[in-house]
């Protein structure tokens, strides 16, 4: 009997240790977290309304500049009231222009602590991240005039107006400036990779949970949205303020499952950890970087809206999310493809019969001249393919549908001083020695008229890099009227270069001897299909513009709208 009293003693005390006291634990810090947060927000009220209001002043004075402007230049200039001009094929928006009904007056949070300053004025040379969130405010400025825009950034130096013009020069928004508000950080070091030399991922994650904390010491949002990849800040605003609904952009997820299994990787091609899983090293990393998925998995369990910027981010945030993101309303994340300067490349190139003659029998691959976009790979399939042309060429006299030799244009950013600079030499010696150089072009840090030029005038798109996430230069490729000829796998295959019921927008190839057979196939389509193929490409391009990133935004930022009215 006392031996069973004991045991069954023993065994209480066990569950006790190893299910209720976390539980318990759970709950209680659960607890001061909530009553912490409530505390900031009674800290921020103050601020808030103060913001509230200069927002109201600073509208009221726009709008009497405004009809002043309007009075005495009766013509009025119509950039003016461009913010205004809303979208018709905006849901939830009236076909004049006039958002529906309901206005939602609240303040949306959007984290980016990096408004990373880049020289290049291209979306492809780097600043994605940033055209999204400034795309992004202005969709929301267009659906809901009346909510604001608060931007938690880092930038201390960096006044509204000087920012808002740096975002219209740049990527040519223009955002209405009342309701967009600025809140500066001060703790942003906390998430500089350059802390954490060792365990960085986890050390990125916990410091951006200062960050976070600051910023919600500046402000506490209505609906809180990061668009920069600091999931750990979400699950922080769902413990301190379990009401605001959290959104995610996700350009790439912090962990990935490639990097979790390219530790087992031996072959070397799959990037800086490949193999790296080999001896206790190796083993202790790869406990390490499990343990963190799953922290980053449960993380996953905070957001009520997931957006992605491909289907490639979409399938690897389901697999770490999905399991833990089983009981929320919306489960699966959406693919919401960032805006590419598609619309600009479509009213500066004509795609025609008429225009087939402008352009010549060559392949351009615009690319950054870095190893992972194996470059190599296209100038072999490129002697393979002139090789097997002018041998048929002695046969039968014809080289391409069009008659003239085809030609190889490189056109890509070189970081200075950096190992590019000897990987391009690399590059020039195996052209020579395929003895292509004198068909070859390598242009550095073209600028983008030039580039528009050789798109304008080329006939073919390349891109050779293995698992690329998506290829905005694809979407540009398309944009121009360029036949892709891509890389089979990752972005291209899965979002870009498919068929989209009405034909193929292009070929796609993995090997030396596909791509140059690729090449030969796409300059040898007969006129009618070469045009045909041109268009369908542009048509498929249509998909990544600014108005259809506007309508898939707006679309699942008005979930988190809905779920803030319904509290
Ligand atoms: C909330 O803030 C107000 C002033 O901002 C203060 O007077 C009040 O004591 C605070 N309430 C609590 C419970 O902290
Ligand atoms: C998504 O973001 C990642 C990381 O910045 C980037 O490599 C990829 O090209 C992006 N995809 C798109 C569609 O822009
Ligand atoms: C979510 O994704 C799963 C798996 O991809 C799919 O079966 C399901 O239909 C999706 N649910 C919704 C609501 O789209
Ligand atoms: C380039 O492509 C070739 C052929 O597919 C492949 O063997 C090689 O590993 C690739 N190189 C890089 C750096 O991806
Ligand atoms: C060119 O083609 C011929 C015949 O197919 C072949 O013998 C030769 O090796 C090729 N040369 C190169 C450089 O590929």
Request: charged share 20%.
């Amino acid at each position: 009997m006392a031996f069973f009293a004991s045991v069954s003693v023993t065994l209480l005390v066990l569950t006790a240790t190893f299910f209720l006291i976390p539980t318990a634990f759970a709950y209680g810090l659960k607890a001061v977290l909530c009553s912490v947060g409530w505390s900031l927000r009674n800290k921020t009220n103050a601020r808030r309304e103060l913001i509230l209001s200069q927002v109201r002043a600073e509208e009221e004075q726009h709008q009497s500049k405004h009809s002043a402007s309007l009075a005495s230049a009766s013509a009025s200039s119509p950039e003016d009231d461009d913010w205004e001009k809303v979208d018709s094929t905006v849901p939830g928006v009236a076909g004049n222009g006039k958002p529906l009904g309901e206005d939602w007056e609240g303040i949306i949070g959007f984290f980016h602590p990096f408004c990373p300053l880049s020289h290049k004025t291209r979306s492809n040379a780097g600043g994605g991240g940033e055209r999204v969130l400034w795309a992004a405010v202005k969709a929301t400025q267009e659906r809901w005039p009346k909510a604001v825009c608060a931007i938690y950034t880092g930038d201390h130096e960096v006044t509204k107006a000087a920012m808002l013009e740096r975002v219209e020069t740049r990527f040519n928004i223009k955002l209405h400036a009342p309701t967009v508000v600025l809140l500066y950080l001060s703790t942003r070091k906390y998430i500089l990779s350059s802390m954490y030399p060792h365990f960085t991922l986890l050390g990125q994650s916990l410091g951006s949970l200062i960050v976070a904390f600051d910023a919600f010491n500046l402000l506490v949002p209505d609906i809180y949205i990061d668009t920069m990849g600091y999931a750990f800040t979400i699950a922080l605003s769902k413990f301190l303020f379990p009401s605001v609904p959290t959104g995610a952009y996700v350009h790439y997820p912090t962990i990935s499952t490639d990097m979790l299994s390219s530790l087992d990787d031996s072959t070397g091609i799959k990037g800086l950890n490949s193999g790296a899983g080999a001896g206790w090293k190796g083993v202790a990393k790869k406990k390490y970087w499990h343990i963190f998925a799953s922290i980053y998995g449960w993380v996953g369990s905070k957001v009520d809206v997931v957006m992605t910027n491909s289907s490639w981010t979409s399938a690897h945030i389901n697999s770490l999310w999905g399991p833990s993101r089983k009981r929320l309303e919306h489960k699966n994340a959406t693919v919401v493809f960032p805006p590419t300067a598609v619309s600009e490349l479509h009213s500066s190139i004509d795609v025609s019969s008429s225009s087939e003659s402008t352009r010549e029998p060559s392949i351009v691959y615009i690319a950054q001249f870095r190893p992972e976009k194996n470059h190599s790979l296209i100038l072999r399939a490129f002697a393979r393919f002139v090789n097997e042309t002018r041998n048929n060429n002695n046969n039968n006299d014809k080289i391409t549908a069009s008659g003239s030799t085809p030609k190889l244009i490189l056109i890509g950013s070189v970081r200075h001083s950096s190992p590019d600079e000897t990987h391009i030499y690399h590059l020039r010696l195996l052209a020579h020695e395929l003895h292509i150089r004198d068909q070859t072009t390598f242009l550095c840090d073209a600028s983008w008229p030039t580039i528009l030029s050789h798109l304008r005038t080329s006939s073919i798109g390349t891109n050779a890099m293995w698992s690329e996430h998506f290829g905005i230069g694809v979407v540009e490729y398309q944009a121009a009227g360029l036949i892709s000829v891509v890389h089979d796998s990752g972005g291209p295959r899965e979002d870009i270069v498919i068929d989209l019921g009405d034909g193929a927008t292009g070929f796609r190839a993995s090997t030396e001897e596909e791509f140059a057979a690729a090449f030969e196939a796409a300059l040898a389509l007969p006129e009618q299909e070469r045009v045909a193929m041109r268009l369908r490409a542009r048509k498929s391009a249509l998909r990544f513009t600014e108005e259809e990133f506007a309508r898939k935004w707006i679309e699942e930022v008005a979930k988190l709208v809905s779920q803030c009215r319904k509290k």
